[in-house]
Structure formats: structure tokens, C-alpha cells
């Protein structure tokens, strides 16, 4: 059974940062791509980053880049987010998920059960 467990959620300031944790258990994650996404209340769930586990290519939304850093630690069987210079508007329950790369893109099988990052101003 494939677990994504997320950790590293909280309350900061504008301007300050974060890192988010997915650890994945089950499986490895060759040939997998892993994705983070957030839904703000009221709000559909959108799309942050990814990364490719084998090469490590990196994918990120207009809004966040240049300041979230998504990178993988393959020993760990982690993905990490680190998030900087973060906006009240980042605000949201941020998930992981993990695809395979022969699934369509935002084509997610496995869903971590999120982390809240709130920011004030």
C-alpha cells in the first residue's frame, strides 16, 4: 500500500519560510513524478510543482516561482517544498501526490492527507 505523508505545515509571517516533507512508503518512486499542490478555502485545488524522481526535473507554477524550491531525496524517499518569501495569499492546505510518468499530467494516483500553511500579514 502506497502512503504519502506530508509534514512541515504552520503559521509564519510574511516574508518568512517553510519546508514541507512528503515521506512515501510502498513503493519507489522510479519513473514517478511527484507533484505538490495547495487548495485555499474556497478555492479549487491548483497546482504548485513537481519533480521527475529519476533526473530530476523541476516544474513550477508562475505564482510561486522563484521562490519554492521543490527537490527529492532518493535514499529518503522524500520530496521536500521549500517555500520563501511567502504572501498571505499561499495560504492553503498544502498536498504531495505521486503519478506515474506514463500517466497523463495532473493525473495523480496517490494523495498525501495535506498540511495547512497559513501566512499573515
Not at 61 to 73: E, H, L, N, P, Q
Request: charged letters at 20%; proline letters at 2%.
Amino acid at each position: 500500500q502506497v502512503q504519502l505523508v506530508e509534514s512541515g505545515g504552520g503559521l509564519v509571517q510574511a516574508g518568512g519560510s517553510l519546508r514541507l516533507s512528503c515521506v512515501v512508503s510502498g513503493r519507489t518512486l522510479s519513473n514517478y513524478r511527484m507533484g505538490w499542490f495547495r487548495q485555499a478555502p474556497g478555492k479549487e485545488r491548483e497546482f504548485v510543482a513537481a519533480i521527475r524522481w529519476s533526473g530530476g526535473d523541476t516544474y513550477y507554477a508562475d505564482s510561486v516561482k522563484g521562490r519554492f524550491t521543490i527537490s527529492r531525496d532518493n535514499a529518503k524517499n522524500t520530496a521536500y517544498l521549500q517555500m520563501n518569501s511567502l504572501k498571505p495569499e499561499d495560504t492553503a492546505v498544502y498536498y504531495c501526490a505521486a503519478r506515474p510518468e506514463s500517466n497523463r499530467a495532473y493525473e495523480y494516483d496517490y494523495w498525501g492527507q495535506g498540511t495547512q500553511v497559513t501566512v499573515s500579514s
